[in-house]
């Protein structure tokens, strides 16, 4: 399944909302999709898992929706440490269990 | 605390053998997948592959496959991903990450580790 995200920036300011997102080339089963954020220099942290639930410790201002081929991560409100890159991963199909090429979100 | 601790950067030659380590604490071992993940200079993640502690199960993407060995030693809580010989294109970061089952997210992730292979 190859991932799709859009846009490839996104150039916004704190306080602003942000919406981003993730189309699959085939239907996500189970809504097996998840979001991570990337900063500078560190690791994947998983933000959002089977497309709408936020991992332990993320912020209730990060909400992801969506189903079928069309995936949203939605940060309501920026923060400056939300100023990262974005990407979604799907894990429903057979392996490999892709990721998409990522939304950097910057001011 | 869950962690996964990796092994520190590595600089090597091209047609130099390598293996790259993931230790994890905090948690029984054993009973969470442990998948690696290539992510390569400016570029996204890619997945690489899983393991299954408890009985080394483990599955390729077809990439990957022929191209690198993923093993764990349940007696030291260590995953670990190889090469027998390296080329100048597995220059990346690799990262470990822990599932909670096979159909599901990372939850945990390494430090990565650098890999540089340069003549």
């Known amino acids: 399944i190859v991932l799709t995200q859009s846009p490839a920036t996104l150039s916004l300011s704190p306080g602003d909302r942000a919406t981003l997102s993730c189309r699959a080339s085939?239907?996500?089963?189970?809504?097996?999709l998840a979001w991570y954020q990337q900063r500078p220099g560190q690791a994947p942290r998983l933000v959002i898992y089977t497309a709408s639930n936020r991992a332990p410790g993320i912020p209730d201002r990060f909400s992801g929706s969506g189903s079928g081929t069309d995936f949203t991560l939605t940060i309501s409100r920026l923060e400056p440490e939300d100023f990262a890159v974005y990407y979604c991963q799907q894990y429903g199909s057979s392996p490999p269990w892709t990721f998409g090429q990522g939304t950097k979100v910057e001011v | 605390e869950v962690q996964l601790v990796q092994s520190g950067a590595e600089v090597k030659k091209p047609g130099d053998s390598l293996r790259i380590s993931c230790q994890a604490s905090g948690y029984t071992f054993s009973t969470y997948w442990i998948a690696w993940v290539r992510q390569m200079p400016g570029q996204g993640p890619e997945w690489m592959g899983i393991i299954y502690p408890g009985d080394s199960d483990t599955t390729y993407s077809p990439s990957f496959k022929g191209q690198v060995t993923i093993s764990a030693d349940e007696s030291t809580n260590t995953a670990y991903l190889q090469w027998s010989s390296l080329k100048a294109s597995d220059t990346a970061i690799y990262y470990c990450?822990?599932?909670?089952?096979?159909?599901?997210?990372?939850?945990?992730w390494g430090q990565g580790t650098k890999v540089t292979v340069s003549s």
């Open positions: 990450a822990r599932l909670p089952g096979y159909h599901y997210h990372m939850d945990v």
């Open positions: 085939q239907s996500v089963t189970s809504r097996y």
